[in-house]
């Protein structure tokens, strides 16, 4: 069906005998180049050589059971791909793909704690939101930046000013099912719909003390379905 479609599909499989009941099949070793040696985690494939051109060319590869094939020889043939197909060739900025380039090539040589700020270009300075709980609860709050030394383990006094905050990552209930946090705020606009969500949600953190919850209804409604218990 796919070669009806003009698409370039390539069959392969891990062992030899596999590969010949596919149609048009290669092993992943000989497609793929792997170095078998080093337990597949190397690729033999060169830059600009005919084998490394068609395989940029596939639309379509079909791997038989690549469930039962070990993980190196998936993260190379993977990568193998992330190199031919990338931000490289797309059109932009010059400066931009020089920057890639160089972090590709790791040849970017930039203080991390350097920043260059082009002319004209707004600064924050301050920060200005609403208290999340507590006794302050739904109050504007002023959040200055505040000066921060740093001097251990340094031959020299590191002085720096930032804003006193830290970097928090929002997820759904169901993503976060599992997972225990060191701190943990629960946003619930609307209440629940599903059984269990709510003792979920709150399970996250490892102690009250680390849990912050924020709904809009009267009270926090926790649904269960006594027929599942």
Request: overall charge positive; some cysteine; proline content about 2%.
């Amino acid at each position: 069906m796919l070669s009806s479609m003009n698409k370039n599909v390539q069959c392969t499989a891990w062992t030899g005998i596999a590969s010949t009941l596919l149609s048009n099949g290669r092993t992943s070793a000989s497609l793929f180049k792997l170095k078998i040696g080093n337990d597949s985690k190397t690729s033999n494939h060169s830059k600009g050589s005919n084998e490394t051109k068609k395989l940029k060319e596939m639309d379509v590869i079909i791997w038989d059971e690549c469930s039962m094939i070990s993980k190196t020889a998936l993260q190379t043939a993977d990568f193998k791909f992330s190199l031919l197909d990338n931000m490289r060739i797309i059109n932009g900025d010059a400066n931009w793909i020089k920057f890639l380039l160089d972090v590709g090539d790791g040849v970017a040589n930039y203080y991390e704690d350097r920043v260059t700020l082009l002319e004209g270009l707004p600064v924050l300075e301050d920060l200005v939101d609403d208290v999340f709980g507590g006794s302050n609860k739904g109050k504007d709050t002023f959040v200055p930046r505040i000066t921060c030394y740093e001097d251990k383990n340094l031959p020299f006094h590191l002085k720096r000013t930032q804003f006193p905050v830290k970097l928090a990552f929002a997820i759904s209930i169901n993503k976060a099912q599992g997972q225990s946090f060191g701190r943990v705020g629960l946003y619930l606009p609307e209440d629940v719909f599903a059984h269990g969500q709510t003792y979920v949600a709150l399970s996250r953190a490892r102690s009250k003390n680390e849990l912050l919850i924020k709904y809009t209804s009267e009270r926090l409604l926790n649904v269960v379905y006594k027929e599942i218990l």
